[in-house]
């Protein structure tokens, strides 16, 4: 069965410096695919960036990028320049190939610090 | 420019009661989803469809039916609500399997 870890289940860093949330995952596939999501007080979930594994190149999205070491079955966000407004519970995805279900990590809360 | 819609967006139920969350798209997506989010847990999988007429069941079905009449509609029912029921349920849908999925804005349900 695949599954996701955060390992960190709280972060915090001062604004306009740079984080790294960390994500693991599990999976004996090769075609999946693997998502962030940010998850503000209001409770949306709103999709950060999202990476292709036969894509080596990794994702950026503004100030939000990704390390994906597929081999180690790694894929970690980095904040750069953060900002108040990044403030939520942040969660890691993957979606297998073909697959409906999304299997999500169990978050990591990040605080940002003014 | 709704996206996924769900109603009611709180809700206390006793137990024993039966209650259905509605879920809606306008995005024309095919694939839609429920999923259920405890502290600690991330959200888990309930029931999905693929399309119109087309269910299958999640990673915690059990006590959940559901069934998708339109492509614009998803809901939820809940027979006979248990405490364990209790959480924040979100409805999802995509566009293909491999797109990102657009959440609605979820339902805090407390089962006494």
């Known amino acids: 069965a695949q599954t996701v870890t955060q390992s960190q289940p709280e972060m915090s860093v001062q604004e306009a410096e740079t984080v790294t949330l960390s994500c693991t995952y599990d999976t004996s596939e090769s075609d999946y695919y693997l998502f962030w999501y940010k998850q503000p007080p209001s409770r949306q979930m709103i999709l950060v960036i999202r990476?292709?594994?036969?894509?080596?190149q990794n994702a950026t999205e503004n100030r939000f990028s990704v390390n994906f070491q597929k081999a180690a079955k790694s894929f970690s966000l980095k904040i750069s320049d953060s900002q108040l407004g990044d403030a939520a519970m942040y969660f890691c995805a993957y979606r297998l190939q073909g697959a409906q279900k999304l299997v999500f990590g169990q978050g990591t809360r990040l605080t940002i610090n003014p | 420019n709704a996206g996924v819609t769900q109603t009611p967006k709180f809700q206390v139920l006793k137990t024993g009661q039966s209650m259905t969350l509605q879920c809606a798209q306008d995005?024309?997506?095919?694939?839609m989803s429920w999923y259920r989010q405890d502290p600690g847990m991330g959200l888990r999988l309930i029931h999905y469809s693929v399309g119109a007429g087309i269910t299958d069941q999640g990673e915690v079905p059990n006590g959940y039916n559901v069934s998708r009449s339109t492509t614009e509609d998803f809901p939820l029912r809940l027979l006979s609500a248990a405490p364990s029921q209790t959480s924040v349920y979100f409805c999802?849908?995509?566009?293909?399997?491999?797109?990102?999925?657009?959440f609605g804005q979820g339902t805090r349900l407390t089962v006494v």
């Open positions: 990476q292709e594994a036969y894509k080596q």
């Open positions: 999802a849908s995509s566009y293909w399997v491999g797109s990102e999925a657009f």
């Open positions: 995005m024309n997506h095919e694939y």
